[in-house]
């Protein structure tokens, strides 16, 4: 038998607190959707972060959030598209783009980039 627990989502960019009743057996996401709330997705499958929030406090399973590292889920980071509530849960959404340049900035030259193009030379 499922169990129902308060999942408070704060959305800043829209100035929102959502405030719902997540069965620990659905997706959070899914289940937001199902009571009229719209918040940010794309893949829905965990892979590209646009969904992802900061845990402010509570308990979140979700083995399937291949697109965040082991470091940043230490951290607090979850991916709401394939997360389980496990608990009275509190989450900050996070500015687009905000996940995954963490995770992937340190891979991306910073700065103007060079082009060493000589055309012509016979
Ligand atoms: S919508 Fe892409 S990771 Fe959740």
Do not use: W
Not at 40 to 58: D, E, H, M, Q, W
Not at 92 to 117: P, R, S, T, W
């Amino acid at each position: 038998m499922s169990q129902d627990y308060k999942v408070q989502i704060h959305d800043h960019a829209k100035s929102i607190k959502y405030s719902l009743k997540v069965p620990d057996d659905y997706y959070i996401l899914h289940s937001a959707e199902q009571q009229g709330h719209e918040l940010p997705f794309s893949c829905r499958n965990g892979a590209c972060t646009t969904c992802a929030v900061k845990i402010l406090y509570g308990d979140i399973y979700q083995p399937e959030a291949m697109g965040l590292s082991p470091e940043l889920k230490d951290k607090g980071y979850a991916l709401l598209c394939v997360s389980y509530a496990c608990s009275d849960l509190e989450v900050e959404i996070q500015e687009e783009d905000k996940v995954y340049e963490l995770q992937f900035g340190k891979f991306f030259a910073k700065g103007n980039v060079k082009l060493g193009l000589t055309l012509g030379e016979d």
